[in-house]
């Protein structure tokens, strides 16, 4: 424990240092030619730089004016660039004068690092590159410049635990961070741009498309992942341990997901699924097969909802895929009219009603209406028809066809049925 006596006379030293540096010569020399250096960077930059005229007035225009709008823009660096060139012909004058600069160097070294932090304000642009260079660059050039670096390093590493030959320090865990953090932002900008260059490629059909963007996903955070060890000094060959690790944890709690993944890369190779597809799963649930990533696929209704499927569901049950190899759909609906209808009359007046619309097609076969049965109350027709695509949300076809169909036999005076009852009443004569 530290002795209270000792400790007062050890604080009692370090103010005496500190009140004979400030009262000697070099104290207020130095400090003079910081104030100096100061003074003079202020009057040269508002007296007389910005007296230029490019960085006088702002620039009127756009594109040809867009280097002078740069410029005047980050003009406040000249003023911080001249800060330090002056600060470093004060060290130069000092140093002649009275051998001694440490106070200039400390000067000079927060102004280097203000410089630093005007620098990425004003040119870096992207939020994580930013804050990385605000929260960690700054402080590292900071330490550095003050020569402290190396001690807080040393220490950092000091703060370790050891088990066995596994070594983890703070400086250990600080690096996995930080060197982490940028080549995972680096992977999701490459990943990001590769995907987009696969997907832009004409040559490759749509699911060829998709197989060659997730393999190229899977092996760049693979290499990321290499690199990473690489980085922080990590041996490779504890990756052996760590694949056996992971072999036993496939094999107990993390079967699903490998499922899951390797269910993804069997539907991206065998072809059955593209984006853009209208699949009908076997509980009911219906959409457009809007996104496959490697554990799960998105489908998205026609009511807005987004049902997320896991991949193993594709291979495990069956499913409708309406879209697949042909986009054309056929589609039927029945109608009645009354006994007393001029019936032989009425499919060629319903053909020729539904072939008008713009969305009923001619092929593979004509639209088609057929009598289908003699029902309770009037004569049943049925309708078919075929359209490129589904038959709902924008597409929705059958909707305009029952309402020309209702038009057309109103016009025609056909009567369209509906139950009626013939109620009798007995009377009782007894």
């Excluded at 200039?104 to 804050?131: D, H, M, T, W």
């Excluded at 944890?249 to 984006?275: K, M, T, V």
């Excluded at 009511?303 to 895929?321: A, H, L, M, Y």
């Excluded at 639209?367 to 003699?374: G, N, Q």
């Amino acid at each position: 424990m530290i002795d209270p006596e000792e400790l007062q006379k050890l604080i009692n030293q370090y103010i005496d240092v500190v009140y004979q540096w400030m009262v000697s010569p070099h104290f207020y020399i130095q400090s003079g030619a910081i104030l100096a250096a100061f003074i003079i960077s202020w009057l040269l930059f508002h007296g007389v730089i910005r007296r230029v005229p490019l960085l006088k007035k702002a620039p009127e225009g756009s594109v040809f004016f867009s280097f002078r709008q740069a410029l005047f823009d980050k003009q406040k660096l000249i003023h911080r660039l001249l800060d330090v060139l002056l600060l470093e012909i004060a060290i130069e004058s000092a140093q002649a004068v009275v051998k001694s600069v440490w106070l200039i160097k400390i000067a000079q070294s927060l102004a280097v690092v203000f410089l630093l932090y005007n620098v990425i304000r004003l040119f870096i642009k992207n939020p994580f590159i930013n804050g990385l260079s605000r929260w960690i660059g700054i402080p590292v050039a900071t330490l550095h410049v003050f020569g402290w670096l190396g001690q807080v390093i040393e220490f950092m590493d000091s703060l370790a635990i050891q088990a066995g030959n596994i070594r983890v320090s703070a400086y250990l865990l600080f690096r996995v961070v930080i060197f982490g953090s940028i080549l995972i932002w680096l992977g999701n900008l490459s990943n990001g741009a590769g995907q987009k260059l696969i997907r832009s490629r004409a040559e490759f059909d749509s699911r060829s498309r998709e197989v060659f963007a997730k393999l190229f996903e899977i092996f760049l955070y693979v290499a990321v992942f290499l690199v990473l060890l690489q980085v922080v000094g990590i041996d490779l060959t504890a990756l052996a341990v760590f694949g056996g690790a992971l072999g036993v944890g496939l094999g107990f709690g993390l079967q699903q997901i490998a499922s899951n993944f390797i269910s993804g890369i069997i539907i991206l190779l065998d072809r059955s699924l593209s984006l853009g597809d209208y699949i009908e799963l076997e509980n009911g649930k219906a959409g457009i097969l809007q996104e496959m990533n490697m554990r799960s696929a998105t489908l998205k209704t026609y009511d807005g909802k987004s049902v997320v499927v896991p991949n193993e569901q594709f291979i495990t049950t069956s499913f409708t895929n309406w879209t697949h190899q042909d986009k054309h759909q056929r589609y039927d609906f029945e109608f009645s009219v009354s006994y007393g209808s001029d019936i032989p009359k009425i499919p060629e007046l319903i053909i020729s009603t539904i072939e008008k619309h713009p969305k009923v097609l001619q092929v593979p076969e004509k639209p088609d209406c057929e009598i289908r049965s003699f029902g309770d109350n009037g004569v049943v027709f049925g309708v078919e028809y075929w359209i490129e695509g589904i038959d709902d949300g924008e597409n929705r076809v059958e909707a305009d066809l029952l309402m020309m169909i209702w038009i057309i036999l109103k016009e025609h005076n056909i009567e369209i049925p509906f139950p009626q009852r013939d109620v009798r009443i007995i009377q009782d004569k007894s």
